[in-house]
């Protein structure tokens, strides 16, 4: 007898999960213990195997896509077993099937293109096309939006080729193809954001008929129009809802590849930039259409916009034209950027949810000026305060592992472990990084690990691995000249140290006023998990590594 197969709860936090990859096809014998798929859940990538024997008759989520728990993974059974009862019963229960037959073939996979926006439960069944649908490209995505279409409709796409790049709330990413074939419709323009599994795209067969699927997908939930279309310098083409073949019909007759030309009103839709040259270009005023670009496929870096020489020709941009006339009123929209929109989100969460307290204190950076100077003598070798205060506090942190720990509603989390998150400042917003095991860490590895990361950071090029599992933040603005500052905590984590600038003033040594060095340090608690005399025990060991580096070395 057939056997439903569903997403498997694999961890304790898992509410969805990801089909990495199937290691059997339909038509396969398998046995109880058997490795059916590869499963990526919010942790890890695991095996998932088979607590049944017989055939793989039906396979309900396809690799690379995402499914609630719960949802119609596999149906197992006796080989030609009739399961279009239990296909009809899931649907019926909210599991939508999106295929009519199952094509019981041993030596190809059949998979299904599961999409929960459906308007009712009539199955779509076409093997000419693929539905592709606003990736999850972190692990706090909830929507996207789409910076650049580098494929536009009528397009041949291969797979791994990249068809877009999708702004996440936590840095720009490229999004590549799994599926050979034309892009016959664009479902998102660039500048729209959209929710997670929204339509996206189609790819297929160039005489596909894929309309009905598209209007049966349901409404396409696109939150914000980011764009002014009536400005799109850094814009690819934007085809949106173009059928394929009305480009087709304007392609002269050939025996050669398909030709279709791109319909654009916008002379610089085909520009291949990464994000980085483009906000470069903007800054610049160059437009970025007569720029050589030197990377892959003729793409324009950010070395060719900061290489480019530009000409009077090349200033798109009339300064005058943006100082207001006098005596009138005026002003500028900007629209908030999922970075944006996700910071805001999860500062308030924090700051309404958490109980924080703060602890100010100043230490005396005399030591720590001549350790520093005395270790950045050494060649190629150069730290900087901050690194010296992340590591102290990597250390300090093992000796006060109520500091170091996490609050959830039903437990504390004390760790053993330490992550250091570092905040860093982008032009949109902020990230955090995290140098982990941060205690183990050299302070040049440290500073290393930083500075890379802040480079990448501003490029949008952290990973999402690169920037979760902190216990511990660090956020420094002493290089803006800033004194004194307290900072929200970042969650689930129980504390967050703000780090202010190096005072050069009169103080009070020995009962005598002489010329030093202060700085000032605020660490924000949450006084659910850190009482204040946990804290004040914290800084206190964390002010002898400071004020004595040389300790953290023994």
Known sequence: MAEIINMPRLSDTMEEGVVAKWLVNVGDTIKEGDILAEIETDKATMEFESFHDGVLLHVGIKEGQTAAVDTLLAIVGEKDEDISGLLNSTTNSGQLDLVDQINESENSIQTIEEEPTLKNSDSISNDSFEIITMPRLSDTMEEGTVSSWLVNVGDIVKEGDILAEIETDKATMEFESFHEGTLLYIGINVGETAKVDSLLAVIGDANSDYKTAVDNFGLNPVLVDQTDQTDQTDQTDQTDQTDVSDLVSETPDTNSELIIEPISNNPNSRVLASPLAKKIAKEKNIDISLVDGSGDNGRIIKEDIENFKPTPTTVTDNIDSKIPESGIESFEEIENSQMRKTIARRLKESKFSAPHYYLSVEFEMDNAIAFRNQYNSLPETKISF?????????IALKQHPRVNSQWFEDKMRLNNHVHVGVAVGVPDGLVVPVIRFANEKSIPEIGNLVKNYA??????????????????????????????????????????LSVGSIIKKPVVREDKITIGHTMKLTLACDHRTVDGVTGSLFLQTLKGFVENPVTMLV
């Open 455 to 496: 480079s990448k950071a501003r490029d949008k090029k952290l990973s999402p691995d690169e920037m979760k599992g902190s216990t511990f933040t660090v956020s420094n603005l002493g290089m803006f000249g800033i004194e004194e500052f307290t900072s929200i905590i970042n969650q689930p984590n129980s504390a967050i």
């Open 386 to 394: 901050n690194d010296i205060v992340v590591k102290a506090c990597a």
